[in-house]
Every structure is written in C-alpha cells, then in structure tokens.
C-alpha cells in the first residue's frame, strides 16, 4: 500500500536510527540531556529565536503555548480551522481556560481587516481580552496554504493593540522550502512559533517551541504540567536533529509531487480542483457527487491509502517514503478509478 494519508506514516531510516542509537542522553527533567539541549539551541537558532523547547507532539506545543501566553478568560484569536481550533478536542477551554473567538476566511488567510471589529475597549468590564494571534504556516486544513506575505502587518496589527502573536508552525519547514524565505525570517514576526519534527522531516516523534528566555522558561513549567517532561530523551532528540539537517532541503521533491497529482486530478472527471492552489505537500481533491468513500475504497484496492476528510473531499499527502516509481503507481491508480 502507497500510504497518502499523511505526512506522518513516514518510518525512520536506517541512518536517522543509527543517528538514536549513538545518542547521548541523561535526564532532560534535570536538564542533563545533551542532545535535547543540542537540539533545543540547534532549533533556536535556526528559527532566529533565544530559546527553545523540545514536546513530544504537536498538540502539547500548542496547549503549552497558550497556557505560557495566556491566563483564564483571555481571548485567543484564530481562523476557524485551525488545528488549535478544530483539532484539539476544545484543550484551551479545559486546560487554559481561554476563549476562542475564530474567524472565517478563504484558504485560512486572516486579514487585518477581519480582525480589527473585534478591538473591544479594554475599560468597558463586559469585555475579554484579546491576548493571542494565533496564525498557521502552513495553513494545514485549508491545504497546505504558505502563510502570505501580509504576516508581518498582522502581526505589527496585533502588537499595536496588546495581543502576542504565536505561529503553529507545524510545516513551517515546507512553508520555507516553498517560499524562500528562511525559517527565521518566517518566525521573525512572531513572538513565540512551533515545528514538527514528526510531519515532513519523517522523524518518528517530537515538537519544539521556540521565543524569548520568558515565553520558552513558562512554555517549559506547562510541559511538565501536561506531563510532557521526559527523562532521557536524547534518543529522540536525535531523530529529530538528524531530521532536521537532512530532511528540509527535499521537502521541494514533495511539493513537486503533489503538484503532479494535483495535476493528473485536475484532469478527472470526478475530481474538481485547482492545481494552483497546490503550494506544499498536500493536496485536496473535491469529489463529484460526494462520493469520496467509495473513489478511496477503489483506490485503496488499487494499492493506494488516502485520507477521507468528508463526504466531499479527499487529501493526499506526499512524504520522504514516497519516491518516483511510488508516484508513476498512484498517478495510474488515480487514472483506472471510475
Ligand atoms: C499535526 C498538527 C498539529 C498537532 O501535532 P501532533 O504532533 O499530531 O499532536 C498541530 N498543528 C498543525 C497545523 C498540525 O498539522
């Protein structure tokens, strides 16, 4: 099986596991781990912040995020299929205690404009206080959208009016390779910003936060509150180091082949999509009919997995364990459905 669902299936290589098992490690609760301090400053730097936080998953990075951002009754400001939104079982009700105001917005993409009827006058005592910008790069349930240019004025928005501005950067690693801009100049609005280790760079767990010695220090105090403090996790960090040196530059191979599938889609007539709006890794496939359950059982006996978001759409998901040959069989398989 071509497994398309997600970038997350990936299996760790043979190198990436002798890279864990050479690893150095000691009890990171004491911060005597090492490799997770090599990593932490490895991503620090590379993302142009002072500190950084290893968490095993992304969802912890998230909720550590806002407990360090916010306090209870605080407002969160966010498009509406954010994963912190939509993907997290409502964890800033129950663990931060914070309020969710979304917004809508085409393919994820928050303006300035929609933002600013919500600035409430901070003496009126009815009012919440926007605390948090909660942006997405990329904008995954919108289809892998690369956050536009606009961060920067979003973000100047926000400090203007006393918000912090905090980016899930879950595949900010494909949001740079497509873009070209760097890591850092991505993450330099921001005050505070996540990456995966675990999604397109295929190792097999872990997240990182990164900001100021301040944010970094309380992100750190709701870790443990989470239980996400971990002991020797230097194996891992390893994966996650090695992940992030080797695996960032071919994450191009990956968007050129979604871009091919997205193509060949294009040209189906139970599929509707704009190969254009392709810019990653992923691509949504909108189904004729909502049949999308049955095109993805044809597929599935045709050798190939992908995700069934809803009755009317499909994602494929291209990753570091699909190669060329892997390609040419989908792209037949998506031909032979009818
Ligand atoms: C996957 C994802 C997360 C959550 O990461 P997990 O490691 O699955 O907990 C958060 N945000 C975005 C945008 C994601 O795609």
């Keep these: 099986m071509i497994d398309m669902r997600s970038d997350t299936v990936t299996t760790p290589s043979r190198a990436m596991r002798q890279a864990m098992a050479r690893a150095k490690v000691g009890d990171d609760v004491y911060g005597e781990d090492p490799t997770v301090r090599e990593l932490e400053e490895e991503t620090a730097a590379r993302l142009g912040k002072a500190s950084a ?43 931060a205690g914070v309020q969710l105001r979304t917004f809508q917005a085409r393919r994820g993409e928050l303006t300035v404009g929609k933002l600013s009827p919500w600035l409430r006058d901070p003496t009126d005592v009815h009012n919440t206080r926007p605390r948090l910008l909660w942006l997405e790069n990329t904008i995954a349930r919108t289809g892998g959208v690369v956050l536009p240019e606009r961060t920067a004025g979003l973000a100047h928005f926000a400090h203007r009016h006393g918000l912090m501005v905090h980016i899930d950067g879950s595949r900010l690693w494909n949001a ?52 996400g403090g971990m002991r020797q996790a230097g194996v891992i960090a390893a994966a996650a180091l090695y992940a992030m040196r080797h695996n960032v530059d071919r994450l191009e191979d990956d968007h050129l082949r979604a ?43 045709l050798g190939v997995a992908c995700d069934v978001v809803n009755s009317g759409t499909l994602r494929f998901v291209t990753h570091l364990d699909i190669g060329s040959p892997d390609l040419e069989r989908v792209l037949l398989a998506l031909r032979a459905v009818r």
């Design 53 to 95: 936080l290893f968490l095993p998953s992304g969802t912890m990075a998230n909720q550590a995020a806002v407990l360090a951002h916010t306090r209870p009754g605080d407002e969160l400001w966010a498009h509406e299929a954010s994963h912190v939104v939509d993907g997290e079982q409502g964890g800033v009700a129950v663990l």
């Design 176 to 227: 740079s390779v497509a873009s070209g801009y760097s890591e850092s100049e991505l993450a330099a609005p921001a005050d505070s910003l996540s990456v995966c280790f675990s999604k397109g760079l295929g190792a097999p767990v872990g997240s990182a936060l990164a900001g100021d010695e301040q944010f970094v220090a309380r992100a750190r105090r709701a870790r443990k509150l989470l239980g």
């Design 259 to 301: 871009r091919r599938v997205a193509e060949v889609l294009a040209e189906l007539p139970w599929c509707r999509l704009n190969p254009s709006d392709v810019e990653t890794n992923m691509v949504f496939a909108n189904v004729v009919g909502r049949r999308s359950r049955a095109i993805a059982a044809q597929l599935a006996s």
